[in-house]
Nanobody, 116 residues
Framework: QLQLVESGGGLVQSGGSLRLSCAAS????????IGWIRQAPGKEREGVACISASGGSTKYADSVKGRFSISRDTSKNQFTLQMSSVNPEDTAVYYC?????????WGQGTQVTVSS
């Protein structure tokens, strides 16, 4: 059964760091691009970061460039989003999903709240 499960969300102070993880099952990361998408209350979903199937290419939204980093561990079939220098505008539910611009499978989401 194909599944994506996020973990690592929570409450963090502005300027702090947080690490989100996503465990994939039912498929291997070697063959698929993977992305992190977030949705803040009252706002549209925003693609935050993605990594190519080869792992050799990453892309970031301008809003997080230089602060967030996406990586993967194919031996564990997991990928992560390292968030640094967070600010209240980063508050959202964060989802991991399979794909890059179009996503076919999603995790359940994890809440990230940044306090000022």
């Amino acid at each position: 059964q194909l599944q994506l499960v996020e973990s690592g969300g929570g409450l963090v102070q502005s300027g702090g760091s947080l690490r989100l993880s996503c465990a994939a099952s039912g498929f291997t990361l070697d063959y698929y691009a993977i992305g992190w998408i977030r949705q803040a209350p009252g706002k549209e979903r925003e693609g935050v970061a993605c990594i190519s199937a080869s792992g050799g290419s990453t892309k970031y939204a301008d809003s997080v460039k230089g602060r967030f980093s996406i990586s993967r561990d194919t031996s564990k079939n997991q990928f992560t989003l390292q968030m640094s220098s967070v600010n209240p505008e980063d508050t959202a539910v964060y989802y991991c999903a399979r794909g890059s611009q179009f996503y076919d499978y999603w995790g359940q989401g994890t809440q990230v709240t940044v306090s000022s």
